[in-house]
């Protein structure tokens, strides 16, 4: 199927095509401004935002107290690069730690750097502190997993349109089925250094472990002397209705991946979060960025915690995700195979009878409903979490029309 879009916008989605590399397919909209869960293109029709840029717009577009952060610092200072301090990154890492409960923070910008810092930081702490011979280091990581797009991270995909024809890759990765925790402790040796997790799997379509795993793998990396890493890069800063998805099973791993969410939905904004004994490994000069860290990204990531620390969002999430999870599986039967709900986050399997996840994605884009489709049959729906439940309400009712 394909949607009509007016001729300013395939105007532009014709320069588009024309002069940026085809590493996307996006659908046939033109966004030109949005406030809040709507999005507004460039022909004046309005739409709801279910997607929230993989969660990076957890508080909604132009939240004003973000806004207000970022203008205050923009007139004062945003760039001096780490071969300077400045005075927002220690308030900012002083908020973030505490909000972990953790001792120190790796800032970074993208998620695929967090990933990338995290890796290394896994593998110093591997030799330096258990001691593993060197370049022996593994780190055990989960089939279906998504956790960047560097050539690190793609190597252990197993996603054939992520990982095929970048190689040759980097050893010193082992796959386990996701949500197996006897096959963790099998994969362990005297070499583990690290197992690298998604608490609920993003891109591979919300996919939610058993109850139980999670706490199970912090058992088993307690017992074997490995370090649990978490990607909370899309699970979280109150995706999930917790300020973490590990939150769900009372889990604290050895080390946070945190991106998206962190830079507000205005800049790119990650960071590592780890106790002394873990990111103390690290020495000047080994790792750093030109942008990690600056003074713009910490005035808006300390103003992001500063909101997740009075718990308004997490429970606004857990409120409202109850209240879709209940819309959406009142469609299963009725073009929907299975629906996996986890706080404001869902992943939606569509009957291939009703369409391909494309398909509905178009379909709902013409109903003024902006979701992404997944490995062709599930649409993923995450919403900003100052969506109000009225908004739920009729975005579900397009969803019903559509798979009809």
């Known amino acids: 199927m394909s949607t009509t879009v007016d001729d300013l916008g395939a ?40 997607l929230s840029a993989y969660s990076a717009l957890n508080f909604g577009h132009g939240h004003p107290a973000i806004l207000a952060a970022a203008r205050e610092q923009l007139e004062r200072l945003t760039l001096t690069s780490r071969a300077f301090h400045n005075d927002r990154l220690g308030p ?29 930081v896994a593998r110093a702490w591997g030799y330096r502190t258990k001691g593993i011979a060197p370049d022996a280091a593994t780190i055990v990581v989960a089939n279906g997993n998504f956790h960047g797009r560097t050539t690190t991270i793609v190597g252990f995909s197993d996603d054939p349109t992520a990982h095929d024809d970048f190689g040759p890759y980097a050893p010193g990765f ?31 379509g919300v996919v939610i472990p058993p109850d139980g795993f999670l706490r199970r793998v912090r058992e088993i990396c307690t017992e074997n002397n490995v370090l649990f890493i978490a990607d909370e890069i899309q699970s979280g800063l109150g995706r999930v209705g917790e300020t ?9 791993p050895d080390v946070y991946l945190l991106g998206k969410a962190l830079g507000g939905g205005i800049l790119p904004l990650s960071a590592v979060v780890a106790n002394e004994d873990v990111l103390g490994v690290i020495r000047p000069g080994e790792h750093g ?11 808006v990531g300390l103003r992001v915690v500063e909101m997740l620390a009075s718990g308004e969002f997490q429970t606004r999430a857990k409120a409202l995700g109850e209240h879709l999870a209940q819309g959406l599986e009142s469609l299963v039967g009725h073009g929907v195979t299975a629906v996996r709900v986890a706080g404001l986050w869902a992943g939606v399997d569509i009957d291939p009878a009703a369409g391909r996840g494309r398909e509905i994605a178009e379909k ?30 009729w975005a579900i009712e397009q969803l019903r029309h559509v798979l009809s």
Not at 100 to 110: E, F, I, R, S, Y
Not at 176 to 186: K, L, S, T
Not at 289 to 299: D, H, K
Request: one cysteine or more.
């Open 11 to 50: 105007q532009l989605i014709a320069a588009e095509g024309a002069h940026v590399a085809h590493n996307y397919h996006p659908l046939p909209v033109v966004a030109a401004r949005a406030e809040g869960v709507w999005v507004t293109d460039v022909e004046g029709k309005r739409y709801l935002d279910l």
């Open 364 to 393: 709902l884009l013409a109903r003024g409903v902006l979701v992404k489709d997944t490995h062709g049959q599930t649409i993923r729906i995450a919403p900003p979490l100052t969506i109000r439940a009225t908004e739920i309400d």
């Open 92 to 120: 900012f890492a002083t908020a973030l730690a505490q909000l972990c409960g953790k001792d120190l923070v790796l800032p970074m910008n993208t998620g695929a750097e967090a990933v990338e810092t995290g890796i290394k």
């Open 244 to 252: 973490f998805a590990c939150d769900r099973e009372g889990v604290v």
């Open 289 to 299: 960025s030109t942008f990690g860290g600056n003074p713009l990204a910490a005035a």
């Open 174 to 204: 082992v796959h386990v089925p996701y949500g197996d925790a006897d096959a963790i402790a099998a994969a362990i040796d005297e070499n583990t250094a690290a197992v690298l997790l998604e608490p609920i799997q993003g891109e591979a």
